[in-house]
């Protein structure tokens, strides 16, 4: 899991898993425990979430998404690259509201190596390749 998220991976958070072999499907469990220590290479927590397994369908070690439903104090995201809007006035992320589009600054985050931002105004809907409809 990202660093940034890692506050609230709690004992007992609610994962949903979906598994690319299993279109359509998804498993879901609680989180059991985790490493607490971020990887310095990857600025990741590892995370254990046990999954029922009685057929055997799953495999040890497969690469699943794991979703954790995390609490609202969470404050910043990872976004895509391309979603980045590198501006005079600062950095700017486009998002949708009231069907409409607009931006909004954030802050990088310096201790990670990915696209790690926050800011009080983002919103679910961030518009990838805002360069058309934000300028």
């Not at 992320?93 to 926050?118: D, F, K």
Request: aromatic share 6%; with cysteine; glycine share 6%.
């Amino acid at each position: 899991m990202p660093e940034v998220y890692a506050p609230a991976a709690r004992p007992g958070a609610i994962a949903s898993l979906t598994i690319e072999e299993f279109p359509g499907r998804s498993f879901h469990r609680t989180l059991v425990q985790t490493s607490n220590s971020i990887d310095l290479a990857s600025r990741t927590l590892l995370v254990e979430v046990d999954v029922d397994n009685p057929s055997g369908e799953l495999l040890p070690g497969a690469y699943v998404f794991v979703h954790l439903k995390l609490p609202k104090e969470i404050r910043s995201v990872t976004v895509p690259a391309n979603t980045l809007l590198f501006r005079a006035e600062g950095l700017r992320v486009g998002v949708v509201r009231n069907g409409q589009a607009e931006l909004v600054p954030v802050t990088r985050s310096s201790r990670s190596s990915s696209n790690c931002c926050s800011s009080a105004r983002l919103s679910r809907r961030i518009v990838g390749w805002p360069y058309s409809c934000c300028t």
